[in-house]
């Protein structure tokens, strides 16, 4: 089975300066995808960033960008010029590129840092 | 585009008691996740559905938990009786299709148990 750690229960970051997020994850599959998901005070999950396996190439979105080191199985998400809105519990996330026939989308969640973000 | 509907938005119940949370998935989405969120810890799956069958239920405790979706639209989530370990943020999601990302989630409900 896939697990998923999150290591920082808790981030402090400066408004405008840049944090790092980390996560590492556990799997035997070599296809697999690994997300990002934000979730403020309202609890709605919100997608912040997707990564597929099989790209070499770092994913972006905006002031958002991760570091996915396949090898190490490491996936940081790095969120420049923070802003007050970027304060949540963030969510690193895993989920089997081939996960048979009835598994569709089942995500395998770490469990969550706080990013706190100082005016 | 309206988003998940889920309510109540908060609950508290004594244990032993029965409730019951509701999911309204965005318009046309065929696939509907609910996922339990206990304080401090990421989201588990507890049920996905298929239009009104269901796809996974493998982490779903049924002894207490039911889950249905009879039309394929909306869907209830039941506990009965509820254990103050049960005490925990309820997420529905739904997708447009089985494998299709993102998924787009509700508010949650949050319940206590008591």
């Known amino acids: 089975a896939q697990t998923v750690t999150q290591s920082q229960p808790e981030m402090s970051v400066q408004e405008a300066e840049t944090v790092t997020l980390s996560c590492t994850y556990d799997?035997?599959?070599?296809?697999?995808?690994l997300f990002w998901y934000k979730q403020p005070p309202s609890r709605q999950m919100i997608l912040v960033i997707r990564q597929e396996a099989y790209k070499q190439q770092n994913a972006t979105e905006n002031r958002f960008s991760v570091n996915f080191q396949k090898a190490a199985k490491s996936f940081s998400l790095k969120i420049s010029d923070s802003q007050l809105g970027d304060a949540a519990m963030y969510f690193c996330a895993y989920r089997s590129a081939f996960p048979g026939l009835n598994a569709g989308n089942m995500l395998t969640f770490g469990g969550g840092t706080r990013l706190m973000v100082k005016p | 585009e309206a988003g998940v509907a889920q309510s109540p938005r908060y609950k508290i119940i004594e244990k032993r008691q029965s409730v019951a949370f509701w999911c309204n998935p965005i318009?046309?989405?065929?696939?509907l996740y609910w996922y339990q969120q206990i304080l401090g810890q990421g989201p588990k799956l507890l049920i996905q559905f298929q239009n009104n069958g269901v796809v996974d239920d493998s982490q779903l405790p049924k002894d207490r938990f039911s889950a249905e979706r009879l039309k394929g639209v909306d869907s209830t989530l039941k506990i009965q009786p509820a254990k103050l370990e049960d005490s925990a943020v309820y997420l529905c999601?739904?997708?447009?299709?089985?494998?299709?990302?993102?998924?787009?989630f509700g508010n949650g409900t949050r319940l206590t148990v008591t």
């Open positions: 999601a739904s997708s447009p299709a089985l494998s299709t990302h993102p998924l787009h």
């Open positions: 799997t035997s599959e070599s296809d697999y995808y």
């Open positions: 318009s046309g989405h065929a696939t």
